[in-house]
Every structure is written in C-alpha cells, then in structure tokens.
C-alpha cells in the first residue's frame, strides 16, 4: 500500500448487528405463513447473497413454499431493521479514525443501504455506497475497483474491510489490501491470510490510525487475481506468490519429530506473539508459563502499555495528555466506549453518574452487620456483588439492553459505598451524595463532611484526586483485570467480576503498594533513621530493609504516570500547606534515592505508588482505605475489559491447563493398613 487514501466497508458485519432483527423478521414471516417459530438463536443473514439460504433454512420441511416466503420476508426485514439494528462496539471511534474517504459496498438494495446508515446517523461518513444497486449478488471485483474509481483513488491506496472470506476473495481478485475482521461470523480460519486481521471496530480504527500516520508499515499490495478485474491491468503470473505474501509470518517448533507451524500475530504497535492454539490438539503438548510472564491471554484495543520505553496509552491516547487535559468521567467513558465523548454525550454521561449514585435504602442496613474492624476492602467487594440483589435485570451478561445504564450505576454508586465503608470504620454516620458536586468533589464530601457543619472540599484535592483515579484507570491485563476477565468469561454478570477484581486487588502485591510505602516510612521513623540511614541499609542487602515504591514488574526505565504524579504531589503539599513529618521523610527519601548511583545504575525510580500515598495521606484519606482508591480508581478499566470481552462473540470460558507434578495412580488402604 501506497498511503491509505481511501478504505471501502463491507456494510453487512463490519459496521452494524442486526442478527437479533433478522430472528424476528424469520419468525414473523413463518407466523405469516402458518409455520411454527423456529427456536430462538441468533441469525446472520442479509438480502441478497445468503438471503434463499437462509428463508429455506427456516422452512425446513415446507421448502417448495420458498417463492411464497421470499417477498414476505424481505417485507418484513425491511419493516423492521432500522428499529433494532446496531453499530457494533467501536464504529464511531473507527469513523472518527482517518482517512476521510470512505465507502460502503454492499449485498443490499443501494437505497436500503443509506436508509440503515442515516438510522444510524453514520450516512454522512461516507462518499459512497455501492453494489446493491447493479446486482443483488456479493459484488463482484469490478465493483471495488468501481468504488475507488468514484473515489478518485488507486487501488493500491485503498483497503476493503469485511469479515468474510467472500470479501477476502473480492479484495484478492481485485488486487486491493484487505482488514479481516473476526465478528464470529465467518470462519476466522479463512480470514487468517488476510494482509491485517483484527477483532472489532475498535482495532480497524488503531490500524487505521497507524497506517495514515506511518506508525505502522503498510503491507505489498497484492497483484490482481482476475483478469477482468480492471481494465489495462492483467493478472500476474506470480498470482501464487501474491497470495503468498497475503501470509503472515509463522514460527517453526519441533515436538516428538513432528514439525508444527505456527502463525505470529502483530498488534497494532508492533507486539508479537505466536498463535499456540492448536499445540495441544497437534503434539499432545501444552506451554508451561508460571505468573503469565510471557503469555497474551487476550487480544484487548483498549490499553497500551510499552514497559521498555515507558509509554502508556488509553484507546491510543498518552496518559500524559489524559492526566493534564482529561477528567476521570470523562476518561472513563473514553475506556469503557472507545472514543472520547462530545458535549452532548458527556453532559447525558456526566448527568448518569450524578443521578444514580445513591444506593438502595435496604443496603445502608448491610453495614451494620460489619464489625468497626472490618476491612474497607471486604466490605467493598461484599456490596457490590449485593447490588447484582437489587438490579436482577443485570444478571444476564449477554444481554445487552440494559448493559450501559448497569455500567452507569456500578461507576455512580462505587464511590458512595467506598465512603460508607470509611464512615462505618470511624463510626460516624454515613454522608449522602450531592448532585451539585462533581464525581470527585461528592467523594471527598461523602468522606469528610459531617452533619455538625458544613464542608467544603478544596480544588487542590479535588485535582489530585482526579488526577490520580486516571492514573490508575487502566493498566494493561494484570492481576485484577485478568481476574475480571476471567470471572466475566463465565457469563458472570458485571456486579460479581467486578467484585471478583476487587479482592484480587486487595493482596498486597497487587493493590497494597501504595500501602506499604507508606508503612516503610511509619518504620523508619519509628526507628528513628534518617533518610541517608535507610538508604544505606536498603543498599546493604545483609539487612533485610527493603525501598517501597521504587521500580516496577513492567516499566524497566521509568513509571509515566510517576512523573505526572510528583509534579501534582509537589503542588499538593505546597498548596495545602501541609507540615507532615513522614511526608517530609519522604521527600529526603527520594531524593537521596534519585541522586545515588546505585540506583541510577539498577533503574530504580519512584512508581506512581510512591506518590499516590503521599497524596492519599495529604488529602486526609486513612491508610486502610489505600487499596479501596486504587479499586475506585481501577473501576472504568475492569468494566472495559469485561464489556471488550463479554461483546466477543469469539470469548470462551477462560480454563489454563496445568503440569501435574503429584502421585501416579495409587490405591486406597483401609485405616487399619495405613502406616
């Protein structure tokens, strides 16, 4: 490819979901008919090609009444598309992405095309729709290049997008690159040769993007397969090798003298990572990967996370930008639904999460049943899995109708249980949200304000808080998301994954971090050390003394979110005017550490744990409560990943294999024989 001037969609699986639609159109036009209901199950179909298979599918023993069903079918799909039809998850991001010129080839009518778009209100992304009109067939090559002719574009500058291996032909006939993308629709084996495979639209909107942009290195446009694809152009008489090249890059591994190629797979920043999914049923072999250090046990467009170069990105955007220009409302609902939210959905987002974020009545009963020494954590996760009690609707995970209005309730009410939780801890009596406080400013109000007299949260705490939960939103597939994840590919329903993250988070490998920097400096100066003390005992390894918050599993130079946050620690104890020793210590801490060699040398810089605990105790947030920020600060990306993951039609029931290393087959002893 040239540039990318130009990208053609095939408007059937890329860009809409109207199976749901089509169950119903199927089932009125057999009621019509005095046929029984098929049984309900999703249907994938469209008028034109696919259209006869599908209606005598339907009919079963009553096919020769075809002709007779045909009209009333089409009738009704017609009747009843624009009403339920959908974009998949992503298109608005992945229209928003570049170039500008785009266009819709399609098996339905031309003018039924623009009829589903403008319902949608995405017609006005596109300069083009064909195919419908000249024929009711897939269009054949002539159409694509047809589309690029009345684009004004070569066909080396355009990339067809589709999810079948129909589209795939066309493209390769056609000599034009070609974007698989794997909806569970078509047959992901056919889309493997594809010149770039992705999964949902949110993936074609960062190829798009790196492609325009030339982060990522287009692919050699393939020659034409079919002569009569273009005029003046002849097929090549490597057509064999421009398949080929269509390939991507494989691995060869050898097990028991079996030799065993496997495919390698290219994220959109250029990760790597081989495809061992058919190892077992091939070799009888499985991989052993304690702690996941080496394996992707996903494919995710959401974050972005460069641990060698130090980059972090939410849906391609830096956190450095995020953390100086972004809210957390509003970067939650960038990780949650792809794309940043214009004004409108913004304010109907910002006015969800104000409006729900008292909880039910009968709940604030469930804390009195919690001891004052409970931790803040145990209850946390305890009553979020109680909210699935109150909104029952939310227990079917794959029904999406009432998905976004419970990821709305979960974001709103989370920080209201969190402050109860604290409040419960001090015994003072719980605080309710305002609606005239935004999210960060109702938490610190539900966390501080007391009945006696009026509170007013500062602006500086406001903006470190804000500024730390998008810290924390995001962070790529670990102990926690993975935990959601993996809950989630059961099926589970939000409230019970999320509740399941939360405990995940509570070990204090995971989510104790900021916690116990924070408990090293209550030790040293217990001890009475001086900064320049402890740093020389944590340099003496015979002493045991360990650095808290220095370092990290994943970056190996420096923590990006680390150098947002000290600029707004510093900000913080200056502005407030706080005079805490321990927050002194730790100052004379870092920059004992940041000045000494040992240090620079082994690339042991603060984290952002480091910071967030001092701002944490700047802002009057107790210790114990540490780990319960970091979860409210989390929530936005475990949704996210349980939404990627729950709308994959793709995801099954997460269950790793194991090495067993016990006994071989024994028998059992009666008592009496037992030794």
């Known amino acids: 490819m040239a540039r990318l001037a130009a990208v053609i969609y095939d408007l059937d699986g890329t860009l809409i979901d109207s199976r749901?639609?089509?169950?119903?159109?199927?089932?009125?036009?057999?009621?019509?008919?005095?046929?029984?209901?098929?049984?309900?199950?999703?249907?994938?179909?469209?008028?034109?090609?696919?259209?006869?298979?599908?209606?005598?599918?339907?009919?079963?023993?009553?096919?020769?009444?075809?002709?007779?069903?045909?009209?009333?079918?089409?009738?009704?799909?017609?009747?009843?598309?624009?009403?339920?039809?959908?974009?998949?998850?992503?298109?608005?991001?992945?229209?928003?992405?570049?170039?500008?010129?785009?266009?819709?080839?399609?098996?339905?009518?031309?003018?039924?095309?623009?009829?589903?778009?403008?319902?949608?209100?995405?017609?006005?992304?596109?300069?083009?729709?064909?195919?419908?009109?000249?024929?009711?067939?897939?269009?054949?090559?002539?159409?694509?290049?047809?589309?690029?002719?009345?684009?004004?574009?070569?066909?080396?500058?355009?990339?067809?997008?589709?999810?079948?291996?129909?589209?795939?032909?066309?493209?390769?006939?056609?000599?034009?690159?070609?974007?698989?993308?794997?909806?569970?629709?078509?047959?992901?084996?056919?889309?493997?040769?594809?010149?770039?495979?992705?999964?949902?639209?949110?993936?074609?909107?960062?190829?798009?993007?790196?492609?325009?942009?030339?982060?990522?290195?287009?692919?050699?446009?393939?020659?034409?397969?079919?002569?009569?694809?273009?005029?003046?152009?002849?097929?090549?008489?490597?057509?064999?090798?421009?398949?080929?090249?269509?390939?991507?890059?494989?691995?060869?591994?050898t097990a028991g003298g079996q030799e065993l190629e496997l495919p390698v797979v290219v994220g959109t920043e250029g990760e790597r990572g081989i495809e061992i999914v058919n190892l077992r049923a091939k070799t009888g072999m499985m991989t052993l990967d304690p702690a996941f250090m080496n394996t992707a046990s996903t494919e995710s467009a959401i974050t972005f996370l460069d641990g060698e170069k130090g980059i972090l990105r939410y849906r391609g955007i830096p956190i450095e930008e995020l953390g100086e220009k972004s809210s957390f409302t509003e970067t939650a609902y960038l990780l949650i639904y792809g794309h940043l939210p214009n004004k409108d959905e913004l304010h109907k987002w910002e006015q969800l999460l104000t409006r729900h974020s008292m909880i039910h009545e009968d709940m604030k009963r469930f804390f009195d049943g919690y001891p004052m020494t409970a931790h803040p954590m145990a209850i946390l996760s305890a009553m979020i899995t109680s909210l699935s009690s109150f909104y029952p609707y939310a227990l079917n995970a794959k029904a999406d109708e009432y998905r976004d209005i419970t990821i709305a309730r979960l974001i709103a009410k989370m920080p209201t249980i969190a402050a109860f939780s604290y409040k419960k801890s001090i015994g003072h009596p719980f605080v309710y949200p305002r609606n005239d406080l935004n999210y960060c400013a109702n938490f610190l109000h539900e966390m501080f304000a007391v009945p006696a007299e009026a509170y007013q949260s500062d602006p500086v705490a406001v903006r470190a808080l804000n500024l730390l939960l998008i810290l924390h939103a995001d962070h790529e597939q670990n102990c926690s998301t993975s935990t959601v994840r993996i809950v989630g590919s059961a099926q589970t329903n939000l409230f019970a994954s999320i509740s399941a993250g939360i405990c995940a988070l509570w070990g204090p490998l995971h989510g104790g971090a900021n916690q116990e920097v924070v408990e090293m400096l209550t030790d040293i100066r217990k001890k009475g050390l001086s900064a320049t003390e402890f740093i020389a005992q944590v340099k003496d390894k015979k002493s045991g003394a360990r650095l808290m918050g220095f370092g990290h599993r994943v970056y190996k130079n420096f923590d990006p979110r680390a150098k947002i946050i000290k600029k707004a620690c510093d900000e913080v104890l200056a502005r407030m005017g706080i005079r805490d020793p321990m927050l002194d210590l730790a100052k004379e801490l870092e920059e004992a550490a940041l000045k000494d060699p040992y240090f620079i040398e082994r690339k042991l810089y603060p984290n952002v744990d480091f910071y967030s605990g001092i701002i944490y105790r700047a802002l009057g947030i107790p210790t114990g409560m540490f780990t319960v920020m970091f979860a409210l600060g989390r929530l936005p990306g475990w949704i996210a990943h349980w939404k990627e993951m729950i709308e994959d039609p793709n995801t099954k029931i997460g269950r790793p294999r194991q090495i067993y290393t016990g006994a071989r087959e024994t028998h059992y002893v009666p008592i009496e024989k037992r030794a």
Not at 36 to 48: C, S, V, W
Not at 145 to 171: H, Y
């Open 20 to 253: 749901a639609d089509l169950a119903d159109s199927v089932n009125a036009m057999l009621a019509r008919m005095d046929l029984p209901r098929i049984e309900d199950r999703l249907i994938h179909g469209f008028i034109g090609e696919g259209a006869e298979r599908l209606i005598r599918r339907s009919l079963g023993s009553q096919e020769h009444r075809y002709p007779e069903a045909a009209p009333i079918w089409r009738a009704e799909y017609q009747k009843r598309l624009l009403h339920k039809t959908r974009l998949y998850p992503g298109v608005r991001e992945l229209l928003a992405a570049p170039p500008e010129l785009r266009a819709v080839l399609t098996n339905k009518p031309g003018g039924f095309a623009r009829q589903i778009l403008a319902g949608l209100g995405v017609a006005a992304a596109f300069r083009e729709i064909a195919g419908g009109d000249e024929a009711a067939r897939k269009p054949d090559p002539a159409g694509v290049l047809l589309v690029c002719e009345r684009l004004g574009v070569r066909r080396e500058e355009a990339l067809l997008v589709g999810d079948s291996a129909v589209d795939l032909a066309t493209a390769r006939a056609a000599g034009i690159s070609v974007c698989a993308v794997t909806w569970g629709l078509g047959d992901a084996a056919a889309l493997a040769s594809a010149d770039y495979l992705c999964h949902n639209a949110a993936e074609v909107a960062l190829l798009l993007k790196g492609l325009t942009m030339g982060i990522i290195a287009p692919k050699p446009v393939p020659e034409p397969l079919d002569s009569s694809a273009s005029a003046g152009e002849r097929p090549s008489a490597r057509g064999a090798a421009g398949k080929e090249r269509a390939v991507g890059e494989t691995v060869r591994i």
